[in-house]
């Protein structure tokens, strides 16, 4: 949540961050749109509100999340320090939960019975039917044909947690059809609805009460690093596909202007292949899923196919704060492609035991690259946003072995 | 000034309602859209919504997505969009066509070179699903400097402080999505529809036109009853995806005749 000594304040009052972010929808949504920012607003401000999102968060969630330092992983690397901000140790595996755990609670203030969302990896799908299990709400997920075949186990998780799992075989059949059916699924049932955006994209209010919800993540580690080196980290890395877990541990980081922000898209096969989901560092401003933002788009304005090895960061856009942070240089973009997020997958698994999500790989693949680059008292910081359990399937694949 | 406030004079001289058709642009082939939109007019069509396609068309149901994705694979631009319409300019001269779509093939275009370009092309008005008034007044502005006419959406959602903002801000007539859904929804509340028109016509001192599952001569009838225009889309959609394509515009010629029929008081 925003601190009074945090002077950083955006979005304005329609959602603008900068020429970014806003409300592009259809006007059946418009009014769905105030009433949500009307209630999280409220909300926001309700000591109650937040006493129970913290609750939930330490006791259901496991918060504060450690931050670990992966020294001997440094020594081999020879350079900084990296520090692991171990959001793959929240229940549920990943950074997600966070958010899901803010938006049933607003739901359920609301007196909204069912909630939907929409999944890639499936990792926002699995937290939204846990919470939607926790707090006794119907669940629908919507997720591309492509990815469900790519994420079995979580489709079957999400079942388990009693979601039903609708397959979208429209478009390229993954994350943004999916956000495209879960948003008509909304504007038909909009009276009784809550739908549960699992990144900082889509309409105002989402990007902001998204990223105030991931804000604890940053928020911890301004407490947590002091502890562990006694003063706040050189740079902070995360990946970006949409940015929900870049803009968590970004956003109170945002007015240390001594903290280098580096976000790190998915290269895929190469930017030149024209195979990847950078939409930063090779997109253009256009309009999607209800805000103006960085998009893969060809010249006509048609969204691109993108391709990225990790589902989560298969999206063609990106949060709008995300393209103004860009914009004012005040955050870095970089890239990483598929083998390199791969090496750094297997390289964490020998050297550090510890099992990253391919799209966390990518940000500990830079932090590898930026590492030796670097004195030995300096201090990276990278966000561990999830664990690798869900992609055995994918790297076990490319090795030629099947379950 | 564009076409359309001329449409709604003569039919109201003549005490009948528009019949606006929708199709999409490229479907199921780009060349057989003009030809489309001419049979579109022979069955009795007072204005043309013709569909820009997008690759995420959000609020559009299955049918209208289909044809979307059919046009796209020809490779369908707005530029080639704008070309159609030059093209049934050439026969037709007054029946006025209303670009129906999404905010960003526009921006790609470029906001000003695109509202110079389709005034230039016979283009009448411009409907952008997802550019509510909040997110577009110096592009509606454009518009009507241009004499194009910036047409909204009102929903059943919308509030009686909407309907001011977007009289104010539109022009040409007002789109009524009749539902809470996407196009081609199988929900319509024909009496929640017609209790709700009178009120907006008083309130936005244009025409309405009522769209979204409207499916049959029986429905447009009805709601020929008490709004000034009926608009239907995904079933003549449906009518071109099941028709040979040689034959597609007769069918759509034949079906428009008689939603045309049962709005004129004839049997449906």
């Known amino acids: 949540m925003q601190t009074p000594e945090n002077s950083y304040c955006l979005p304005d009052a329609r959602g603008h961050f900068g020429k970014y972010g806003g409300i592009f929808v259809a006007e059946t949504l418009i009014p769905a749109l105030e009433e949500l920012r009307l209630a999280y607003e409220a909300a926001k401000a309700d000591a109650a509100f937040r006493a129970e999102f913290e609750y939930d968060l330490k006791y259901y969630v496991g918060r504060p999340s450690p931050i670990y330092h992966a020294k001997r992983w440094s020594g081999l690397l020879g350079g900084a320090q990296i520090y692991l901000k171990r959001e793959d140790l929240n229940h549920t595996g990943a950074h997600k939960v966070n958010n899901c755990i803010g938006q049933a609670l607003l739901a359920r203030r609301m007196g909204k019975k069912r909630v939907i969302a929409e999944t890639g990896a499936g990792m926002h799908g699995?937290?939204?039917?846990?919470?939607?299990?926790?707090?006794?709400?119907?669940?629908?997920?919507?997720?591309?044909?492509?990815?469900?075949?790519?994420?079995?186990?979580?489709?079957?998780?999400?079942?388990?947690?009693?979601?039903?799992?609708?397959?979208?075989?429209?478009?390229?059949?993954?994350?943004?059809?999916?956000?495209?059916?879960?948003?008509?699924?909304?504007?038909?049932?909009?009276?009784?609805t809550f739908y549960i955006i699992g990144t900082v994209a889509g309409p105002h209010p989402y990007p902001m009460m998204v990223r105030d919800f991931?804000?604890?993540?940053?928020?911890?580690?301004?407490?947590?690093?002091?502890?562990?080196?006694?003063?706040?980290?050189?740079?902070?890395?995360?990946?970006?596909?949409?940015?929900?877990?870049?803009?968590?541990?970004f956003y109170d980081y945002i007015p240390l202007a001594g903290v280098r922000l580096i976000g790190v898209e998915a290269a895929g096969l190469g930017?030149?292949?024209?195979?990847?989901?950078?939409?930063?560092?090779?997109?253009?401003?256009?309009?999607?899923?209800?805000?103006?933002?960085?998009?893969?788009?060809?010249?006509n304005g048609q969204i691109i196919e993108t391709h990225s090895v990790s589902a989560g960061l298969d999206y063609p856009g990106v949060g709008p704060e995300h393209a103004w942070l860009h914009d004012s240089g005040r955050a870095e973009y970089v890239t990483v492609d598929d083998e390199e997020a791969l090496q750094a997958f297997r390289d964490l698994c020998h050297v550090e035991g510890i099992i990253p999500a391919l799209e966390s790989s990518h940000a500990i693949a830079y932090a590898a690259k930026l590492a030796p680059t670097l004195a030995k008292d300096q201090v990276l910081l990278v966000n561990l946003s999830g664990r690798g359990d869900k992609d055995m399937h994918t790297v076990a694949e490319r090795s030629g072995i099947q379950f | 000034m564009s076409r359309i406030p001329a449409t709604f004079w003569r039919l109201a001289a003549a005490s009948r309602k528009a019949l606006i058709p929708f199709i999409t642009a490229g479907d199921p082939e780009p060349g057989l859209t003009v030809g489309l939109m001419h049979a579109l007019v022979a069955g009795g069509a007072d204005i043309i919504e013709l569909g820009v396609p997008f690759s995420d068309p959000m609020a559009d149901g299955p049918t209208i997505q289909r044809a979307s994705e059919r046009a796209l694979a020809y490779g369908v631009s707005l530029h080639i969009v704008l070309g159609m319409v030059r093209e049934f300019r050439k026969q037709d001269d007054v029946t006025p066509v209303v670009l129906m779509g999404y905010a960003n093939p526009i921006e790609a275009y470029g906001a000003e070179a695109f509202v110079a370009d389709a005034v230039a092309a016979g283009v009448d008005g411009v409907l952008v699903v997802d550019y509510p008034p909040e997110e577009c007044a110096g592009f509606a502005a454009q518009m009507k400097g241009a004499g194009l006419d910036p047409i909204f959406l009102l929903a059943p959602t919308s509030t009686a402080a909407r309907f001011a903002e977007v009289a104010q801000m539109g022009s040409g007539y007002i789109y009524y999505v009749s539902l809470k859904g996407v196009t081609g929804a199988a929900n319509l509340d024909l009496d929640a529809v017609a209790q709700?028109?009178?009120?907006?016509?008083?309130?936005?001192?244009?025409p309405v036109g009522v769209g979204f599952g409207i499916r049959d001569g029986a429905a447009a009838a009805r709601i020929a009853a008490v709004a000034d225009a009926v608009v239907i889309g995904s079933r003549i959609i449906e009518e071109i995806e099941n028709s040979p394509r040689d034959q597609a515009a007769v069918r759509v010629t034949a079906f428009l005749r008689g939603i045309r029929n049962a709005m004129d008081g004839g049997n449906p």
Do not use: F
Request: with cysteine; glycine share 10%; proline share 3%.
């Open chain 2, 196 to 206: 709700r028109i009178p009120a907006i016509r008083e309130k936005v001192g244009m």
């Open chain 1, 214 to 249: 991931q804000s604890v993540i940053g928020a911890e580690c301004k407490i947590q690093m002091p502890e562990l080196v006694g003063r706040q980290p050189d740079a902070v890395i995360a990946c970006v596909g949409g940015g929900s877990n870049a803009m968590g541990i």
């Open chain 1, 271 to 299: 930017i030149d292949s024209g195979k990847h989901a950078a939409s930063i560092t090779a997109g253009t401003p256009g309009v999607l899923h209800g805000n103006r933002t960085y998009l893969l788009q060809d010249k």
């Open chain 1, 126 to 192: 699995v937290a939204t039917a846990t919470v939607a299990a926790r707090y006794g709400m119907e669940c629908v997920v919507y997720m591309g044909a492509e990815d469900i075949r790519r994420q079995a186990a979580n489709v079957y998780r999400m079942k388990l947690l009693g979601a039903t799992v609708v397959p979208v075989e429209s478009g390229s059949k993954t994350l943004k059809d999916a956000l495209n059916e879960a948003m008509r699924d909304w504007v038909t049932n909009v009276a009784d």
